[in-house]
């Protein structure tokens, strides 16, 4: 150890004050020689004590700075040897060349020196290739932190089991909150007697109570159709594991009684807060609700939503009083705009076209100038008749605009009105939702995920047959300053038509009130009967679709193109409801390319199968028996191997998130 009297800063003034003394004493002598040598004895002494002390003080420090080494030296080897921390050298082949025995005591083995990575945990080979610095794996259950430090070519292992099961505890014991919706409640039991309504309701109630008791949900009645549920998400997940089988449970138990009673529950997770928990509950309701109930929905704070069940036609169950309020607000939003502008989705179909007419009409007998959106450049041949038609009517034809013309004339007291479609990311130009502050949704189709955001007015029933049938119940409450024309009514009879493939499928008798209304207003069947002919070059494409056609599994048909082939939407939506008329098949999927990159799949059942749950697992949507989706980017092959795994899952009592 260096003396401290070597450095500069303290070696330098003890010289200066050396030499002072020593003149000192030099002076003393000079006048008393006596008191001069004992001075001079006095600091001699001083100067030995002080030598003694100096080498005894630089003895006792590196005493113990030699303690202190070895002691931190035997603490480091203790900490290395016997820390509950896992310590690993490797050299450039993944070889272990080092482990402390805490490490190779976690894989019950004498020693790991000489085995490779790839033999002792092969997850870590990836993990120090790929560049990360640190991971959880698990290593024979249990779970480790690694941290990776390539430069030493060194791995240290925290075993982190016991937080990771603490975070996982706590996960599971999160609370969540359940509405539970008796579907139809009020209109079943309105006509029975109370017998009949006492039963039903007691098989209902015990049903849930049971099924809260086998899983600890906390299930409280807060009214004559709702319940409130307690739960956490331990228990979530094994309902999700049920598929809530309790929604066919009460299904099948009502259906003795010959009523159609079904559960609607929303579900909030994934918060603390029981407020936030409250709304994304009523949230999953509302959305369960507005796709046509019988089905469970989940939403999380992300916005992902889950679907269980929904394997039921929807009954109808709007009210003429519903209509007429809806028509009222209507009206009042399109006297407060200084215009009103309709637009359908892309590529729209005669239902989009007819419904958008429609709409027309209620701005022209409120006096309103009104302007349909329709891009020239994305029609389907389905539509193209009707529009030659309109054609011939120039004063309505002119209410027809590009988005171009749109963005151009709307201003901040325009009114938008969208039609069959509830979806952003399918109306026609979603620059004209951007720019709208006044926005109102009216459809049919059941309500997915994706919505239009923030709409003044929405008027969505699942259970219409079409938006066409929608907006004529409108039109009849709507002033009658304007009589309505033979095109106009035939557009709307023609939306209704098409959609109900001629009344066969989702047609309530509301449907036909509505196709009476427009036949008396000089709707002309002949005239869609003309809308919905087709050439003969499309019948044959469609005919060899068919042909390509085969049974899947348990009556689902699945036909695929081949891949240098292109069709329009409408041949592939015709020949998966031709493929439904066949003997033996109670679901088809048609799958064919739209164009290079774009794949179409339509979907048809006959209510056994929700081919919309199917075709939302595929990003479309739709109906419980009318659906489809678009695939980017993937060949048939690959399309049609989704499709199958998908309805797999479905088959086996799938979800759709």
Known sequence: ??????????????????????????????????????????????????????????????????????????????ALMEMPIGIMLYNDQYVIEWTNPFLTSCFDEDTLVGRSLYDVADSLVPLIKQEINSETITLHDRKFKVIIKRDDRLLYFFDVTEQIEIEQQYENERTALALIFLDNYDEVTQGMDDQTRSAINSEVTALLNKWAKDYGIFLKRISSERFLGVLNENILIKLEKTKFSILDEVREKTTVHNVSLTLSIGIGTGVSSLQELGDLAQSSLDLALGRGGDQVAIKQTSGKVKFYGGKTNPMEKRTRVRARVISHALKEIVLESDKVVIMGHKFPDMDAIGSAI??????????????????????????????????????????????????????????????????????????????????????????????????????????????????????????????????????????????????????????????????????????????????????????????????????????????????????????????????GVVA?????????????????????????????????????TNAAAQMYDDTLQEAEERLKAIIDDYLEGGEES
């Open 588 to 624: 088809s999927f048609v799958i064919a390319k739209r164009s290079e990159g774009c794949i179409s799949i339509s979907a048809r059942s006959l209510g056994d199968i929700n081919v919309q749950v199917i075709m939302e697992a595929l990003d479309g949507g739709g109906h419980l």
């Open 1 to 78: 150890m260096p003396s401290l009297y070597e450095k500069p800063l303290v070696r330098y003034p003890i010289y200066v004050l050396i030499a002072v003394t020593v003149i000192s004493v030099l002076f003393l002598y000079f006048f008393n020689w006596m008191i001069g040598l004992l001075v001079t004895v006095l600091l001699g002494a001083a100067l030995l004590y002080l030598r003694k002390a100096v080498v005894d003080f630089q003895t006792e420090m590196e005493g113990y700075i030699t303690t202190l080494s070895y002691r931190l030296k035997k603490v480091g080897e203790e």
């Open 358 to 583: 429609g709409i027309l009409k209620v701005a022209q007998v409120n006096e309103k100038e009104g302007f349909i959106v329709l891009d020239p450049n994305a029609l389907d041949s389905g539509v193209e008749q009707l529009l030659a038609e309109v054609k011939q009517n120039p004063e309505l034809w002119s209410r027809f605009i590009t988005p171009e013309e749109a963005l151009e004339i709307m201003t901040d007291e325009t009114l938008l009105i969208v039609v069959d479609t509830h979806r952003p990311s399918l109306v026609i130009d979603e620059r004209l939702l951007a720019k709208s502050e006044h926005v109102i949704v009216i459809d049919h189709h059941r309500r997915g995920e994706e919505f239009i955001k923030d709409p003044i007015l929405v008027y969505m029933e699942p259970y219409a047959s079409s938006t066409a049938e929608l907006v004529t119940e409108l039109l009849e409450y709507q002033p009658k300053s304007q009589k309505m024309n033979m095109i106009e009514a035939t557009a709307l009879l023609a939306g209704i038509i098409v959609d109900t493939k001629s009344f066969t499928l989702r047609t309530g008798s509301r449907t036909f009130d509505a196709a009476s209304y427009l036949r008396a207003k000089g709707a002309d069947t002949v005239l869609v009967q003309k809308f919905m002919k087709e050439d003969i070059e499309n019948y044959v494409k469609r005919a060899k679709l068919i042909q390509n056609a085969s049974i899947y599994r348990e009556g689902i048909a699945i036909t695929s193109a081949e891949e240098n082939q292109y069709f329009e939407q409408v041949i592939i939506a015709q020949t998966a409801d031709t493929l439904l008329t066949m003997n």
